[in-house]
């Protein structure tokens, strides 16, 4: 018995001396990553803490950020995107396709016909929305098979979705109003008034938050009853939700905003050298921001910027372990 515990302790020390072992190998990879690469700047490299805690994750070979770099080309300037568990969805603004690329490896799987400038993509647990701008709808795809399974009218221009469980909420940028529609059959159950071109939803697991030009409205969803509005940056387009808190790109400013998702209290707002940001998403730990000049990416505990990459994008997906971001001016996506 004395043997086996010994035996047993010693292997421990061994894990924990390899977890070490590798996480320092991970610093110095991540080091020579961003000497090798002009464009991406690390200050430093940021081990993952889970590395420290669970040696088993050094197997993902993702425990730095922004360490790898994966090229998929897609359909004619990329716009929204989405992850339906296993495969990343993107609508094509000017051929009037969506395209499903697999995760794992980048196969391309399918490109599929929707409406008139489709602007967003949002899954709902089992089918593929896509938002239709120019014809005032949104259409319904299998996610299995890339089927058009209806097409749905909503208010004018409709951008940027989100699903709440139940039902699909879609912001319509010319009419001012948030569309809620039964993702059953695609019928309209509420209209409610926002702020000016709303432009992009996040839900919270209770409410639904919108942005406008230079705030966000939180809607209860389930009545659309406002329950307050919160001025953040001009421009605020792209958000998201970090489990706590809504964060919002702020196109115009060249900002971030940080609000308190229980009561909408700025908690701060954070300079981003994106040249007009756009698209956001929280990765577990990081908030990754889509611009014209850069990709960002910012510390979700405190805001500060951890690394960027010079590149073009727009929207942002991530997939559980991988950003994913869609350069729309070369027609494919990033995924790092």
Not at 54 to 71: F, G, Q, S, V
Not at 148 to 169: E, H, K, N, Y
Not at 280 to 295: A, P
């Amino acid at each position: 018995m004395k043997t086996r515990i010994v035996i047993g302790v010693s292997l421990i020390v061994v894990v924990l001396a390899m977890a070490n072992l590798f996480a320092g190998q991970a610093q110095k990879a991540a080091s020579q990553s961003a000497q090798s690469q002009p464009g991406l700047q690390m200050q430093p490299p940021k081990l993952d803490a889970g590395a420290h805690l669970n040696p088993l994750k050094i197997a993902l070979l993702h425990w730095y950020l922004a360490d790898t770099e994966t090229r998929v080309g897609v359909g004619n300037e990329p716009l929204g995107l989405c992850f339906d568990g296993a495969n990343v969805w993107t609508a094509n603004y000017n051929d009037n396709t969506v395209t499903k690329v697999q995760a794992s490896d980048g196969q391309v799987l399918g490109t599929f016909k929707v409406g008139t400038q489709p602007y967003g993509v949002t899954f709902d647990g089992a089918d593929v929305w896509v938002s239709n701008e120019l014809d005032n709808t949104v259409t319904k795809l299998r996610a299995s098979d890339g089927k058009t399974l209806g097409t749905f009218p909503t208010g004018t221009f409709p951008a940027w979705m989100a699903f709440d469980g139940q039902s699909l909420w879609v912001p319509n940028a010319r009419d001012n109003t948030v569309s809620k529609l039964r993702t059953s059959d695609g019928k309209i159950l509420g209209t409610f008034s926002v702020g000016n071109a709303p432009a992009a939803i996040a839900f919270d697991g209770a409410d639904v938050w919108v942005t406008d030009d230079a705030s966000v409205t939180k809607l209860r969803a389930s009545d659309g009853t406002v329950l307050g509005t919160f001025p953040v940056g001009n421009g605020a387009l792209g958000i998201a939700f970090d489990g706590v808190n809504i964060w919002v790109a702020n196109r115009n400013s060249n900002t971030v905003t940080e609000l308190r998702a229980s009561d909408g209290v700025v908690l701060g707002t954070f300079p981003v050298p994106a040249n007009g940001p756009y698209g956001i998403v929280f990765d577990g730990t990081y908030i990754w921001v889509s611009g014209d000049s850069n990709l960002v990416i910012l510390r979700a505990s405190d805001g500060a910027q951890v690394a960027s990459r010079q590149l073009t994008s727009a929207g942002v997906a991530f997939d559980g372990a991988y950003v994913w971001t869609a350069e729309s001016n070369n027609n494919r996506l990033h995924k790092f």
